[in-house]
């Protein structure tokens, strides 16, 4: 446990706080020693995630944009609790969120750590369709860390219009840059805007979208392509102790979303793992098990819902120190923080799905004192 001094508990004071409901306890509590593991992996095996409050996630964000060193609160803190306040669906006020992403667009010659950018701006752009709206232009934010998690956020959670608006601005700013090039014109240079890797993740998606791919042959390149990614927020040097999830990004939603409802189309559960074994098996003919480690393929199979060799298993349970009675459940793809079911669904659907209160969001002009 860190230790407390008596300025923390002033600062936490001020906010209606007390020792033993405060965001950082809370956090200790239930990471304990598993603290520096992957978050996304940590609480998939620990549903019972602390009630993290709006009041808490201020705290946190207030402290760490002071540097208050003595409260103790690190970016880490609080990328773990916008995580699980997201996963929770903690009713959040946009204004908060937004004001914490636009100011770390405003430090000059500051790195932002893509860890809290990425979560940030992940749960804005969960929050609905005004939220979005509202960070909409952070998506040509100069500093590319922030432009790229934006996009990318924006891109997962907007629904198709979403994609479409941005993916046509991109194409549109392409088009002229090439018009300028074929007539002759020095000194161009490209936008940086078009240059992300969430901007070159819609290029793809709308590319993906348009391959004609039955059940069959929708498997098999899954399996044969690595268009399916895991990630880690671990601070494990060891990499067989950090523990993965499947990445949040518009390319791992769309193919993960064919995926589950290619493979929800079984009507049994040995019709489900002969698809499975289509995906190992396209998986194995590009990727030789000699050159691929048990621990990524135990992993993402795991992750994916699929049935697990024994070799897998042992690896878990050996090396992850999972016991079987723990393990997921298989048959279910396992995303921590994002419901499959959104993706894509336009912003009416989604309103009709999860209704949210009314809320005032300040316009960025008014936060960092720019038009």
């Not at 009041?55 to 760490?64: E, K, M, N, P």
């Not at 100011?103 to 369709?129: F, K, Q």
């Not at 432009?147 to 700013?173: C, F, P, Q, R, T």
């Not at 120190?321 to 993706?343: C, M, Q, T, V, Y």
Request: with cysteine.
């Amino acid at each position: 446990m860190r230790i407390r001094l008596i300025s923390y508990l002033l600062l936490l004071s001020l906010i209606g706080g007390n020792l033993k409901s405060s965001p950082l306890e809370k956090l200790d509590a239930y990471f304990g020693e598993s603290m520096h593991q992957c978050y996304y992996w940590y609480s998939l095996h620990h549903p019972n995630t602390p009630v993290l409050s709006e009041s808490d996630l201020a705290f946190l964000l207030s402290a760490w944009q002071e540097q208050n060193e003595e409260a103790g609160v690190s970016s880490r803190d609080i990328s773990a609790a916008l995580f699980l306040a997201r996963s929770q669906a903690t009713d959040i006020s946009p204004d908060l969120l937004l004001r914490a992403l636009v100011s770390l667009t405003l430090v000059e010659e500051h790195n932002p750590e893509s860890w809290l950018v990425n979560e940030l701006s992940l749960s804005l752009a969960s929050l609905g369709p005004e939220a979005r709206d509202a960070m909409y232009p952070l998506r040509r934010s100069g500093d590319e860390v922030v432009a790229n998690a934006v996009v990318s956020a924006l891109s997962v959670y907007g629904g198709e219009d979403m994609s479409e608006k941005i993916h046509d601005e991109i194409s549109s700013i392409q088009d002229e840059f090439m018009k300028k090039f074929k007539a002759g014109e020095s000194n161009l240079e490209s936008d940086r805007f078009t240059q992300l890797s969430a901007s070159n993740q819609l290029d793809y998606y709308f590319a993906a979208k348009k391959r004609q791919l039955e059940d069959g042959d929708l498997l098999d390149f899954i399996g044969r392509t690595d268009v399916i990614t895991v990630s880690s927020t671990s601070m494990f040097r060891n990499v067989e102790a950090k523990g993965l999830y499947l990445s949040i990004n518009l390319r791992n939603a769309y193919w993960l979303s064919r995926l589950d409802g290619t493979l929800s189309n079984a009507s049994s559960l040995s019709e489900r793992v002969q698809m499975e074994k289509i995906v190992r098996d396209a998986f194995n003919r590009n990727h030789p098990p000699e050159n691929v480690s048990i621990y990524f393929r135990a992993m993402i199979y795991y992750l994916l819902g699929f049935e697990l060799t024994e070799a897998e298993k042992k690896y878990l349970t050996d090396v992850m120190g999972l016991k079987e009675s723990e393990f997921l459940p298989r048959g279910k793809i396992h995303i921590a923080g994002f419901n499959l079911d959104d993706f894509q669904r336009s912003d009416e659907e989604q309103l009709v799905a999860t209704p949210k209160p009314e809320v005032s969001i300040t316009p960025i002009a008014e936060v960092t004192g720019k038009e």
